[in-house]
Structure formats: C-alpha cells, structure tokens
C-alpha cells in the first residue's frame, strides 16, 4: 500500500505560480511512476504530467507542456508539480497517483491522493 496526500493548492491570479506537494508513505516510493491529473466538477480526469520511478523521464500534457513541471525528491518521498504562468482555465482539483507503470491513462495507477483544489481567478 501507498498512501498519498497532496497540498500546495489555493487561489491565485492569472499569470501566478503555484508548487504543489504529493507527499507518499508506505511502500518503497521509488519503485513507483507518479502520475498528477485534474478533475472538474462534471468531467473525467485528465493527465496532466508523470514523472518516471527515479525521475529520469517526464511527460507533459499538451496544455501545461512549458508551463508546468514535475519533480521528484524520492528521499522525501515526495513528488511537486510545479506551475508557472496559470490560467483560468488550469482551475481543477489536482490528484497524484502512484502506480507501477510510467503511462498517461488513469487507470493505470494503483494508488490516489485526496486532490488538492486549485482555483485561478482572470
């Protein structure tokens, strides 16, 4: 087992930053792909990006793709997405997963956060 708490979200203007945290316990991190997705209230999940089990590879939506990006700190247990120049259109609660495989598809992944809210105001 996994667990996974995320932080980091909360409100901010266009054009703003935010850093959020996923914060992993349990089994051994490394050995784990770590996937961030958003949700809006109506809609499925969306990748967002992934970072590999020790960091060497990364992955990027097409719409955060130069905006945001994701790091790993696996002696923290930790996984950040960074996020630079938000948009209105990046407000969404965001979700880290942990699962075995370094993929896009959310069903690929064995183990979820609570979601974090992040709101960006225009």
């Known amino acids: 087992q996994v667990q996974l708490v995320e932080s980091g979200g909360g409100l901010v203007q266009a054009g703003g930053s935010l850093r959020l945290s996923c914060a992993a316990s349990g089994r051994t991190f490394s050995d784990y792909a770590v996937g961030w997705f958003r949700q809006v209230p109506g809609n499925g999940r969306n990748f967002v990006a992934a970072i590999s089990w020790r960091g060497q590879r990364t992955y990027y939506a097409d719409s955060v793709k130069g905006r945001f990006t994701v790091s790993r700190d696996n002696a923290k247990s930790t996984v950040y997405l960074q996020m630079n120049n938000l948009k209105p259109e990046d407000t969404a609660v965001y979700y880290c997963?942990?699962?075995?495989?370094?993929?896009?598809?959310?069903?690929?992944?064995?183990?979820w956060g609570q979601g974090t809210q992040v709101t960006v105001s225009s």
């Open positions: 997963a942990a699962g075995l495989l370094f993929r896009v598809q959310d069903s690929t992944y064995d183990y």
